[in-house]
């Protein structure tokens, strides 16, 4: 009996689509149901007499696409909170891979005011996108000029008869030498002159731009979406310095670093110098007590290496005289034995005698002249 061939269903992604559309079932869909949400205008046009909108949560980020009629769509207005009824409905993007619900409205049931204004909206839209675009590390950027001595340019937009700018210098101390610091005035009740003042600012090429005010009630020109906006696209890392604890306005919201006074942006700039000093004199002291204990470890090397050569020269030395003096010994024997040997025949060879006394006497004075 021959075994049963396992087979393979091939799909295309189609139908992959479709399968998962038809098996997404659920008990609304298949009746009239109640929608509430914060109406949105589509970008698209009338399509077959609809238009492709959406219905945003009052309380979040998240949408779901609306099917309008013609008729109904002329009665909504942006940003209203609306009530409708209608079917859900789901609708295969094949091109897109995915499954999109929608709510065809068949009714307009209520429309109310909005709980956020136009303005409300675009504050919490200027929040996110400051989110989105990074708060930048002004402490950190500070501290790297420090470390590499490197200058940079701090620009402070204050009120044309504010007395903070003395608040700042008195908090920097010994480090107002250090800080290239620069107050430019304007009306701080203006939102033409502060945002003015961002822009030019910011064309000067300061590396940090700071919007400083004392103390006091009527923040609401810090709530302004255009000049929150320009702090936002500066090129120069931007700091609030708003003398208030209680009211957090939206330029504070949207700045890479806020103080709540004056005074203590002024603090921040001379910790900030003093701290990274003390550190790059630390680090300088280790660094020094590291490589004044390498050289010392090195040195310690060199002298045993020194000694350890010194010791095998003094035993090639001893060999060398050892060997001297047992050839010295050797000869001596040699010549005794020649002179016996002289003495015993008849004719005494004195010039070869005298020779082997001159050689002996030779090596033993290069003996003694070298142990």
């Not at 779901?64 to 769509?73: N, Q, S």
């Not at 020109?221 to 939206?250: C, R, W």
């Not at 002179?339 to 090596?363: D, Q, T």
Request: proline fraction near 2%.
């Amino acid at each position: 009996m021959e075994p049963e061939q396992n087979s393979t269903t091939i799909y295309s992604p189609s139908a992959v689509l479709n399968l998962f559309n038809n098996s997404l079932n659920v008990a609304q869909s298949k009746r009239l149901i109640q929608l509430k949400g914060v109406f949105q205008q589509g970008k698209g046009g009338n399509y077959g007499g609809y238009f492709y909108d959406s219905l945003r949560d009052e309380s979040s980020d998240a949408q779901l696409t609306i099917i309008v009629p013609a008729l109904i769509r002329n009665e909504l207005q942006a940003n209203k909170t609306i009530t409708v009824n209608g079917f859900i409905t789901k609708r295969v993007v094949n091109n897109a891979s995915r499954i999109d619900i929608q709510l065809t409205v068949t009714d307009l049931v209520e429309q109310t005011q909005s709980k956020y204004s136009d303005e409300e909206i675009r504050r919490i839209e200027l929040q996110q996108a400051k989110a989105a675009a990074g708060f930048r590390d002004a402490p950190g950027f500070i501290k790297e000029k420090i470390i590499n001595e490197q200058p940079f340019r701090i620009a402070v937009i204050i009120g044309r008869t504010g007395i903070i700018d003395n608040d700042i210098k008195h908090q920097l101390r010994e480090s107002i030498a250090f800080y290239d610091l620069q107050f430019h005035r304007v009306s701080l009740t203006s939102e033409t002159e502060i945002i003015q003042g961002l822009q030019q600012l910011d064309a000067q090429g300061y590396d940090i731009i700071a919007v400083s005010r004392g103390g006091g009630e009527n923040l609401d020109i810090f709530n302004k979406t255009p000049i929150a906006e320009q702090a936002i696209k500066l090129k120069a890392l931007f700091v609030s310095a708003i003398g208030h604890k209680d009211d957090v306005t939206l330029l504070q919201k949207v700045a890479d670093k806020s103080f709540i006074t004056p005074s203590e942006f002024g603090q921040f700039l001379n910790d900030t110098y003093n701290h990274t000093v003390e550190e790059l004199q630390h680090s300088r002291a280790q660094l020094v007590d590291a490589v004044t204990k390498q050289l010392t470890a090195n040195y310690q090397k060199e002298i045993d290496n020194l000694k350890t050569n010194s010791a095998g020269m003094q035993k090639v030395y001893e060999e060398k005289i050892n060997g001297l003096t047992a050839l010295q010994n050797e000869r001596q024997q040699l010549f005794e034995q020649q002179l016996k040997a002289a003495e015993a025949k008849p004719s005494f060879n004195w010039v070869a005698v005298i020779i082997a006394v001159l050689i002996g006497l030779a090596v033993g004075y290069w003996i003694s002249h070298h142990q």
